[in-house]
């Protein structure tokens, strides 16, 4: 996405997230290996954050891993990165395919929903009650980017649970059982995603709005 399109635009579900601030956080079941990445407080599409990638046949990878897969041109026209899977359309084409061989999960603080209030889009941030890191539900593939293929992946969302549904109509997947998710033989109706009521949103500051604002003091300042 050209960062002039990412400044001027409201982000659409669920393209902005809050990164991972500490590695100590990550379940010790998951901590097999440490990467190097810088805490952003404000994820946006290709920035790339910290993942832990399953792939058929292989041993689990923690990779950083660029937000939105490039998807093949259509017609001869370039399309935008796929950030969002649907749960539903996994259970087709080569969504089946990702779900069977290739899914992930993003370790993060939280994610950012907006809600129009007073002719105004307001930002929502909905993280865990506990302050532990929302696990999000992925599916991964490599993206030609430059001539380098990168690992990337898009968020699975589903129905909005009861706190998010005044806010937005989808939701990402916050999964409660991590290794059930990165276990490929398991389906979509294994699937255990965090209750409402495991959850807490706040407003935020129009300050992270904008691609480019990294400071979280900014983001979390009163409007």
Avoid at 45 to 50: F, I, K, S, Y
Avoid at 87 to 109: H, Q, W, Y
Avoid at 135 to 141: L, P, R, T
Wanted: with cysteine; aromatic share 8%; net charge positive.
């Amino acid at each position: 996405m050209p960062r002039g399109e990412a400044e001027s635009a409201i982000p659409a579900m669920c393209n902005r997230i809050r990164g991972l601030k500490e590695w100590s956080e990550i379940p010790r079941s998951l901590t097999r290996s440490l990467i190097n990445f810088e805490y952003n407080p404000n994820v946006a599409p290709t920035e790339q954050v910290p993942a832990f990638l399953a792939e058929r046949g292989k041993p689990l990878a923690t990779r950083m891993a660029r937000f939105g897969i490039n998807l093949a041109s259509s017609g001869g026209k370039r399309r935008p990165p796929l950030l969002n899977a649907r749960t539903d359309s996994l259970r087709r084409g080569s969504f089946k395919i990702m779900l069977a061989n290739k899914r992930c999960v993003i370790p993060a603080e939280g994610f950012y929903e907006w809600r129009e209030e007073h002719g105004k889009k307001q930002p929502y941030f909905f993280a865990r009650k506990d302050g532990k890191p929302v696990m999000f539900a992925g599916v991964w593939d490599y993206s030609d980017v430059k001539g380098e293929a990168v690992p990337s992946f898009a968020i699975l969302t589903d129905e909005p649970n009861g706190l998010v549904a005044p806010y937005h109509d989808r939701m990402p997947v916050v999964l409660s059982d991590v290794e059930r998710w990165l276990n490929l033989d398991t389906t979509l109706d294994d699937v255990d995603p965090l209750g409402p009521e495991r959850f807490t949103v706040r407003a935020v500051n129009p300050a992270v709005n904008k691609v480019s604002e990294k400071n979280i003091d900014a983001i979390e300042r009163a409007a």
